[in-house]
């Protein structure tokens, strides 16, 4: 079924996200999604074939962005994984991504927009592509692009997490704000399944890649990983 039709008939399912393999905030919301146990339907969206789905009539009538994902809530449209991850968490109890208080809140949220806001905005298709075909950046240039501000989120990230841990039990650390996975674990797995398809070099983020390691344990972000979905080539 086309990514046309599909669009028009999204609203039939309960949960329905758009979504493409490879794209990091698709990848964050799936993540939610498995970890809060909710059936879904995935409906792909192929961000390279025929000059990209997501500018298609249908689907810019759905979501204007033109971007992945799309979350369909029994008729309810929503766009930008952000806030549907949170609107998962206000909507669907079971599993909390967020923490109960105020503080713990503002501190995953933070953690959560150092990935989503300042690292990958800057590296995303569209942003590539554009540096390639209009600016004319070279492939060499395009890369040293990508790796530099990847970098340099990356190491911010790991600070602030490194800190975390020396201040905590770290038994009760494995992840980003604590002992189960939550919002901020949804954002950093895909960021680091993307700076390896880019080549970053990541031996200078233990702390980040031992929360990676904890959560790839996990049958949540097994099931939601880019080669197991069924859009994935």
Not at 71 to 94: C, F, H, K, N, P
Not at 107 to 123: E, G, K
Not at 147 to 168: F, I, N, P, S
Request: hydrophobic content about 45%.
């Amino acid at each position: 079924m086309s990514a046309d039709h599909q669009a028009g008939q999204a609203g039939q399912a309960s949960l329905a996200l758009y979504s493409y393999f490879r794209s990091s905030a698709a990848y964050r919301v799936r993540i939610a999604l498995q970890l809060k146990g909710l059936a879904f339907d995935t409906i792909p969206v192929h961000l390279l074939k025929e000059g990209g789905l997501q500018h298609s009539p249908a689907y810019t009538a759905l979501n204007p962005s033109r971007l992945v994902p799309t979350l369909i809530d029994g008729g309810r449209v929503l766009g930008q994984s952000m806030a549907i991850i949170e609107y998962l968490d206000e909507t669907y109890s079971a599993v909390a991504l967020l923490p109960p208080d105020a503080l713990g809140r503002a501190r995953v949220r933070a953690l959560s927009q150092l990935i989503a806001c300042d690292i990958h905005p800057l590296n995303n298709l569209r942003v590539l592509q554009y540096l390639e075909q209009v600016l004319g950046v070279d492939a060499a240039a395009r890369a040293a692009w990508y790796q530099h501000w990847v970098a340099a989120g990356l190491a911010a990230l790991e600070q602030m997490l490194q800190e975390d841990t020396q201040a905590q039990d770290t038994q009760a650390q494995a992840f980003c704000a604590g002992a189960t996975p939550g919002m901020a674990d949804c954002c950093l797995v895909p960021q680091l399944y993307n700076a390896r398809r880019f080549q970053v070099p990541l031996q200078a983020y233990p702390r980040l890649l031992e929360i990676e390691a904890a959560c790839l344990q996990l049958e949540a972000f097994q099931r939601a990983a880019p080669q197991n979905q069924a859009d994935a080539q």
